[in-house]
């Protein structure tokens, strides 16, 4: 169900992430150019472009992480504090599409130095790089404040 929520708004998701990292362009480059027409989203620095399709929305990081985070909080939800989890399941969530952001950002920085690099083995593996990483570190943080509080 959540799939097809996200999926319908891909395109809400396409602009916040092109806003949010054309903000972020226009202070290390102010040349720095945004497109939004309907569901087309680009952005623009120097001879570089990228288009911010379906595909890098941040949609599958929001669904990947909901889907991952709340099985590991209900796999066994008698340690688990599903208000605490409830919670920090919306905090990374949120963390989760930053990520994105972040991400589209590097690849329009690192494609005005070296557009072969950025549109090949950087976008090709940074995503799942990045998120892996965020995921283990959320987790790791996390982990304590989710267990049931025991009283003796």
Partial sequence: MLFYVLFAHWGFFSKVTAVAAYYGLK???PQA???IDGNNVGLFVGGFAVGIAEACSGVMLI???VVLYS???FINPTNISIPKGFSLLILGTVGAFSLNIIRVFLLMVIGTHNQEFALGLFHDNATWILF???YLVYL???YPHLLRKTQS
Avoid: I
């Fill in 27 to 29: 202070a290390f480059y």
């Fill in 33 to 35: 150019e945004l497109l």
């Fill in 63 to 65: 669904l990947l992480f």
């Fill in 71 to 73: 099985l590991f909080c």
């Fill in 132 to 134: 892996v990483s965020y």
């Fill in 140 to 142: 790791y943080l996390t």
